[in-house]
């Protein structure tokens, strides 16, 4: 329960949430531009989500 | 029909969330001392999350905190130390007793195995860490015991499909329908894109293997017999080693050229550039292999965290809320089952893909 470790937690998820909302945030506008890419563009998504993810999960068991 | 199939999966994942209830140690309610047994609950409640995400000796289905009793079965023990030595876990009685084989002793101690001294002494150092020595251990664990258990299902599946592709034709019957379409995909979606159409046949059986193992670990994993294959990190370790043999196994001179003396760029950028790639190609197995782990582990103990408020929360309000939010996130874990399977298949193909490059770009 240190301080310290809680606070890094803390500035690791918010690096993780903002850095995945805007893949997402582009993801939705490029969807709306051209909805038949559907596919292709979540599957670019969800890839680029998984490694910011894995990055984000070993910085927090670091911490 | 839409709504029997889907009434049907609710039921059966209630059934199987429900039972996950029952895997923990029930707790009296009924103690005067308030603050000593809020404690006492907390870091019970702390040590069996650690000692259900970790290895163990024997497999237990239930327990009794109450009578100390636990139901299930214990699982060989397998030492090197000057011979081979072969015994039940059971003789260690969950850590009390030491087994003296020949003028060794040997202790269990938070799920590892450790030589001691007639008395059991364990020394730590600093950090709290035993220092004694420890023997070559290549007992059948719990892991161990699940991964055969998962290979086992992977192979009867498998070779059920081939053989009623052999029979049939190439329209598949039954469990195929459900098996084809993802093997397609794995197919003209992540090999062929990435490896090529010349080579991609050379790596279809790796990265098949290497997608259903992982799926069907996360998913055994989610199941109530507290068995944690993925989450444990000498497994990834492996898997990340594999794929980490392969890529170099089949780099081509272009790979290497493109790592260390990469064409188009000028001399210097050259010379320092070649530490920093050199670095890459030893950081995105890691990478493979600490996203595999971090994701699988974190679930597991959010999971059981939850499932330990219900204890917290003595009332009913509290107990089926916390209930209800395991139950939300264990339906997550299933999506993060799949999608951890799938990525770490792709990296794995992307990797073969600039290993096996031939000279195309224009630099």
Redesign the interface.
């Known amino acids: 329960m240190e301080i310290p470790g809680i606070v890094g937690a803390g500035l690791i998820v918010i690096g993780a949430g903002i850095g995945i909302g805007r893949i997402g945030g582009s993801a939705m506008d490029a969807i709306a531009r051209q909805p038949e890419a559907f596919g292709k563009i979540q ?1 670019a998504m ?2 680029a989500a ?2 910011i ?3 984000a ?2 910085a ?2 670091a911490a | 029909m839409q709504k029997n199939i889907i009434n049907s999966i609710l039921l059966v994942s209630f059934l199987i969330l429900g039972l996950h209830g029952f895997s923990q140690h029930q707790e009296n309610l009924t103690k005067p001392e308030d603050q000593e047994a809020e404690k006492d609950l907390k870091n019970e409640i702390k040590n069996d999350i650690k000692h259900h995400v970790k290895d163990a000796y024997s497999f237990v289905f239930f327990s009794n905190s109450k009578t100390g009793e636990s139901y299930g079965f214990s699982l060989p023990v397998i030492l090197i130390d000057n011979g081979l030595h072969v015994f039940l876990s059971s003789k260690f009685n969950n850590g009390n007793k030491l087994v003296h084989i020949g003028d060794t002793y040997y202790k269990l101690s938070h799920s590892k195995i450790y030589k001691t001294d007639a008395k059991g002494t364990i020394t730590l150092n600093a950090h709290g860490h035993p220092t004694n020595d420890k023997p070559i251990d290549l007992s059948i664990t719990k892991n161990v015991l699940s991964i055969a258990l998962v290979s086992l299902i992977l192979f009867l599946i498998f070779s059920g499909l081939a053989k009623s592709y052999a029979k049939n034709g190439l329209i598949p019957k039954g469990i195929g329908r459900f098996f084809e379409p993802i093997v397609l995909y794995i197919r003209d ?1 992540i090999a062929i894109p990435n490896i090529g159409e010349k080579h991609y046949k050379k790596y279809m059986n790796y990265l098949l293997t290497i997608f259903f193992f992982i799926w069907f670990s996360n998913l055994i994993g989610i199941t109530p017999f507290g068995i944690n294959i993925t989450g444990n990190i000498a497994v990834t370790f492996a898997l990340a080693l594999l794929t980490f043999i392969i890529t170099q196994f089949s780099g081509n001179k272009n790979y290497w050229k493109h790592i260390f003396w990469m064409p188009g760029v000028p001399v210097p950028m050259k010379i320092i550039l070649a530490p920093i790639e050199l670095l890459g190609v030893l950081i995105k197995p890691f ?1 493979l292999m ?2 595999l782990f ?2 699988i582990s ?1 679930g597991h103990i959010v999971i059981y965290s939850l499932l330990g408020l219900i204890f917290i929360f003595k009332s009913y309000l509290g107990s089926s809320l916390s209930f209800g939010l395991a139950l939300v996130i264990s339906v997550l874990e299933l999506l993060v089952a799949i ?2 399977a ?2 770490f298949t ?1 990296l794995s193909a992307l990797y073969f893909g600039f290993a096996t490059e031939e000279h195309a770009e224009a630099h």
Do not use: D, P, S, W
Request: hydrophobic fraction near 65%; proline fraction near 0%.
């Open positions: 599957t969800l890839i998984a490694l993810e894995g990055i999960f070993a927090l068991f | 979606e990478a600490i996203r971090a994701n974190a999608l951890q799938y990525i792709m």
